[in-house]
């Protein structure tokens, strides 16, 4: 690996597929499918390609949030969609030309609408079911602001400070302050607001809760980058720590969280979900008993 500190770019940069860090081998710089592959489908309105990082957690939270509220329409297949390489088939592609999780068919019209990007599917599902985002004035303006906040802040969280800190095949101490201190000023963003509000948009449960919770909940509950917790002092943090346990505890985000899991505890993987029953008898540990 070059030194960071000697390095000089090039006048033109050259892909170099061996350049080291967990991703290296998942990633390239050039879109579109590099197979053929047709993606299943299940029997619900609803089908859901994702994996239980901090994105595709948002969807399956607001999925089961929608089912506790007896929304039956929201009934939906959560496919495993692993990032290595199977991103990349055709028919994800065909979803999402991004090729990235979540991506959802919404199957419930007559022609089928593809979502992707996790704030537009939390939208679109939103005003699906007239819930979790008021219908207009001041404060769906509000919930939107705070939804976009989350979609424009994670990058420094995650493609960051979690890239840096836990991935990166060398610890370059520029890039780990760098992104330190911007996580550090979105912590304190947060814990500002929540000082005066129950929920982000203010009293009431929102979008804008699911899209913050897997992120800086999960942060804040040392759930992300190893001990990142301890080094970025999330327990100072005293308003985001009692929004995050009160959000933790909710049924439908437990249920939510373990959607699409393959690490962890087998108790918490469950790596697909196709009825409301997979929750007692299909998680790892279940099928693990079953043989």
């Not at 996580?183 to 809760?209: Q, T, W």
């Amino acid at each position: 690996m070059t030194d960071p500190t000697s390095y000089s770019p090039p006048k033109v940069w050259t892909w170099i597929k061996e350049n080291g860090g967990k991703f290296a081998s998942t990633n390239r710089p050039i879109a579109g499918p590099t197979h053929d592959k047709e993606l299943p489908v299940g029997k619900h309105p609803l089908q859901l390609y994702s994996l239980a990082t901090p994105n595709g957690q948002k969807v399956t939270i607001m999925l089961e949030e929608l089912l506790a509220r007896d929304f039956r329409g929201a009934e939906y297949d959560a496919w495993l969609i692993r990032i290595d390489g199977n991103q990349f088939g055709s028919g994800f592609v065909e979803i999402n030309p991004n090729s990235k999780i979540p991506a959802l068919m919404d199957r419930s019209g007559p022609t089928p609408v593809r979502v992707f990007e996790s704030g537009s599917i939390l939208m679109h599902l939103a005003e699906k079911f007239g819930a979790f985002l008021p219908r207009s004035g001041p404060a769906r303006t509000e919930t939107l602001s705070w939804l976009f906040w989350q979609m424009g802040s994670a990058p420094y969280l995650g493609g960051g400070f979690g890239h840096f800190y836990a991935y990166a095949p060398t610890k370059i101490e520029y890039a780990i302050d760098r992104f330190a201190m911007e996580v550090k000023r979105e912590l304190d963003v947060l814990d500002r607001r929540l000082a005066d509000n129950e929920y982000l948009a203010g009293k009431d449960y929102s979008i804008a809760d699911i899209a913050v919770f897997p992120w800086y909940g999960g942060l804040a509950l040392g759930l992300l980058y190893g001990d990142s917790a301890e080094f970025l002092d999330v327990k100072s943090y005293k308003n985001l720590q009692r929004w995050t346990k009160a959000i933790a505890g909710r049924p439908a985000v437990k249920r939510g969280r373990i959607v699409n899991r393959t690490s962890g505890p087998l108790s918490e993987q469950l790596h697909e979900r196709h009825d409301a029953s997979d929750f007692e008898t299909r998680t790892q540990d279940k099928l693990a008993e079953a043989t």
